[in-house]
């Protein structure tokens, strides 16, 4: 940890500075408010927002890819006074989230003296940095002038809508919003074969918007799922396709359109996973329902979920799948097994908020 005899001659205001966000990728914005960061407090705490989650349009990044990203952008001296670390997001639970990010500034702010340290929050005015003060009524608050035209999301969309080629991408003066170090991991990544799976990923997303562009509004879609819970197991599937090719999936899907929702998921589970548990039980295993509505929670746009939890009363035998032809691959896998990287879309958040899963990873993601 760094100590005031690190920097003898420097008085800082705060004793550690706070900054959240998600760095999808670290901008030059992000870089001004580090920078902004680093002249005001003894130690800046960065604290990397949806890590271990599977790769994305959204989060294309790991953590530890996004943290030699972001330490490119400076020297030596300053990485030492730096703490970038990551952070699980919580969907559907500030609570959970909030202590999460409490417990991990106690553990890395290191206290000035025998005082306790002056903390504060640091963000880009008009950013987040609002919404997260007023969860965090403890810290100071420190506004940084946001840096204008800068944005992640359009230098997401430009990545993945390039001609294929990452000099193409470059060429559009894209790389201007981007630290020289953070350009070089770019372009590594683009010469890879997860680069390529997004791409697959942003050509079904472009068709699936021209589907729906004539409708007269944005359309909203209704999805079920199934969480399905037995001795220690949960009912999952692996997908087979594009979007999330190869992660696990609650059981589920759109409803019909003369369809109650429950009646919805038991038939996905009926016909499509072929579970052999009979619906009379299925229904008197029902301990709980509920919305799903996070914003970016699909790839797909605005599209609720409403899922139902099924506590299966134990046995040594899980219930059996039989494979559907062409469909996706159910199985069950153990509690102790899930990871957030694996899973699709919201599905880990999904799961954690019925079962009370905890909230804390190792410090190195999964693969």
């Known amino acids: 940890m760094p100590t005031d005899a690190s920097h003898p001659s420097q008085a800082y205001e705060f004793d550690c500075l706070v900054f959240i966000g998600r760095f999808q990728p670290p901008h030059l914005g992000h870089l001004a408010v580090i920078c902004e960061a680093l002249k005001q407090a003894r130690q800046v705490i960065v604290l990397v927002g949806s890590s271990w989650q599977a790769r994305s349009l959204r989060n294309p990044w790991r953590f530890e890819e996004r943290q030699m990203m972001l330490r490119s952008g400076f020297d030596e001296e300053d990485n030492q006074r730096l703490e970038i670390t990551p952070l699980l997001d919580a969907l559907y639970n500030n609570d959970v989230w909030v202590r999460d990010v409490q417990r991990k500034v106690r553990d890395l702010a290191a206290p000035a003296n025998a005082r306790l340290p002056r903390i504060g929050l640091i963000g880009a005015s008009r950013g987040q940095s609002s919404y997260y003060l007023s969860l965090f009524p403890q810290w100071e608050s420190v506004s940084v002038p946001l840096v204008e035209g800068i944005s992640a999301s359009q230098i997401r969309e430009r990545l993945f809508r390039s001609p294929g080629s990452t000099d193409d991408y470059l060429s559009t003066g894209a790389y201007h919003d ?55 197991h949960v009912l999952l599937v692996r997908r087979t396709a594009a979007p999330g090719k190869g992660l696990f999936a609650l059981p589920g899907g759109f409803i019909n359109p003369h369809e109650r929702l429950l009646d919805a998921c038991l038939r996905e589970l009926r016909e499509r996973i072929r579970l052999k548990v009979p619906e009379p039980v299925l229904k008197g295993s029902l301990r709980g329902q509920r919305l799903f509505d996070e914003p970016h929670r699909s790839w797909r746009g605005r599209t609720l979920a409403e899922a139902f939890y099924f506590a299966l009363r134990p046995d040594q035998q899980l219930p059996r799948l039989k494979p559907v032809k062409g469909g996706d691959h159910a199985r069950w896998v153990a509690l102790a097994d899930l990871q957030p990287d694996s899973l699709f879309e919201d599905h880990f958040f999904i799961i954690q908020n019925f079962l009370g899963l905890p909230a804390d990873f190792s410090s190195e993601p999964s693969h």
């Open 178 to 232: 981007l630290p020289p170090g953070v350009v070089d991991r770019v372009q590594h990544f683009c010469r890879g074969s997860d680069y390529e799976q997004l791409l697959e990923e942003q050509q079904l997303l472009d068709q699936y918007r021209q589907a729906w562009q004539q409708a007269p509004y944005p359309p909203i879609f209704v999805t079920v799922n199934a969480v399905v819970v037995q001795s220690g």
